[in-house]
């Protein structure tokens, strides 16, 4: 497709494009989640594309809402009409949006507000901490039942593939002892990216079907939401892969650590990109958050899986600033 499209630019003197397409669902609810199932990697084209009914909308305030909106309403707004001999509805409808697009760009009133923000899906997740005090709009947020209890931020990411998540946005819920419930708080960027969010509801990781329905930004920030300074300084480092260590001795020291991570898989900072998990009154509760530069790194330590340190076995997982966040704040909650 892009080396037909490329050859067709090439004609015409011209080497880039922008897709514009009827609605944001073909682009961002089938194209990016089948390419993510499949492990497709999509051209960069596919990430930037205009929304037609919202272009038209934006240009023509007084025309049927982005939500009712159809390729048929758009044309007849314009006295655009159907070729009542073209067979093929699709042929039509493909030359009814050029007849469109034509209109509104050579249309003085509206042709220099239009086609001039596209929209965007996002590259990947981005991870970042989040503070108590920000303000979560209640809109933005869904509560994800069901997962796989070794679901990681980057997995539930995948699950919502095409959508555009917050940084930071997904907090995966933990019981009183710290494991994982098989739930998680995702805040995406805006409303209508929430909506299209819980329109997945039932659809399936793996073998089983995932439940989203709406939650709120208070229920978001008390899941991620922290306020350690410790965590705080230790989350500093941003876009770094975080590790969950569990069942460490007592009296595994960082030079432990390290060492049993060795130096296939270099932890970010040394000793300061360590976080030893523990009780109020100083005591090693046997988990620790590691943090890598790279996801390499991070798939050689998560290899350690199960290894002895001493003479326990370590289990290692994937997890997320919200995680390590709301650990911390368990502990001392449960312990007062």
């Known amino acids: 497709f892009s080396q037909l499209v490329s050859s067709d630019l090439k004609a015409l003197g011209r080497n880039s494009y922008t897709f514009c397409t009827d609605g944001q669902l073909l682009i961002r609810q089938v194209l990016h989640p089948e390419a993510s199932k499949k492990n497709l990697l999509l051209s ?21 809402s982005v939500k009712d909106q159809s390729i ?31 209109n509104m760009l050579s249309d003085t009133c509206v042709a220099d507000q239009t086609f001039t923000d596209p929209e965007t899906v ?3 997740y ?31 990411a ?3 593939k095409g959508l555009n998540i917050a940084k930071g946005g997904v907090a995966l819920c933990l019981n009183a002892q710290g494991r994982r419930n098989g739930e998680a708080l995702v805040r995406f960027v805006n409303s209508e990216q929430r909506d299209l969010a819980l329109e997945r509801h039932k ?8 439940e989203v329905y709406k939650a709120t930004g208070e229920e978001f920030l008390k899941i991620a939401g922290g306020t350690s300074n410790e965590v705080a300084q230790f989350l500093s480092k ?3 892969v975080i590790i969950r260590m569990r069942g460490l001795p007592f009296t595994a020291t960082p030079e432990d650590v390290l060492g049993f991570l060795g130096p296939e898989c270099p932890v970010t900072g ?11 009154d100083g005591r090693p509760t046997g988990d620790a958050f590691v943090l890598f530069a790279c996801e390499e790194y991070a798939q050689n330590a998560l290899k350690k899986h199960k290894e002895i340190l001493g003479k326990r076995y370590i289990e290692l997982f994937r997890s997320t600033a919200a995680e390590v966040q709301q650990v911390v704040a368990i502990l001392v909650f449960f312990t007062h």
């Open 122 to 124: 996002k590259y990947k």
């Open 238 to 240: 941003e876009n770094q």
């Open 270 to 280: 040394g000793k300061e990109g360590l976080l030893f998990v523990k009780y109020p």
């Open 126 to 156: 981005e991870t970042g901490p989040c503070s108590k005090s920000e303000t979560v709009d209640s809109e933005t947020v869904i509560r994800a039942r069901g997962l796989p209890w070794q679901s990681s931020d980057q997995d539930i």
């Open 203 to 210: 659809h399936h990781m793996g073998s089983r079907y995932i």
């Open 44 to 64: 960069d084209c596919f990430y930037s594309f205009y929304d037609l009914r919202k272009e038209f909308h934006n240009s023509y305030p007084n025309s049927a």
């Open 72 to 102: 048929q309403c758009m044309a007849e707004y314009i006295g655009f009409t159907i070729d009542e001999t073209e067979e093929d509805f699709g042929v039509w409808q493909v030359k009814a949006m050029v007849a469109i697009i034509f």
């Open 158 to 160: 995948r699950f919502f």
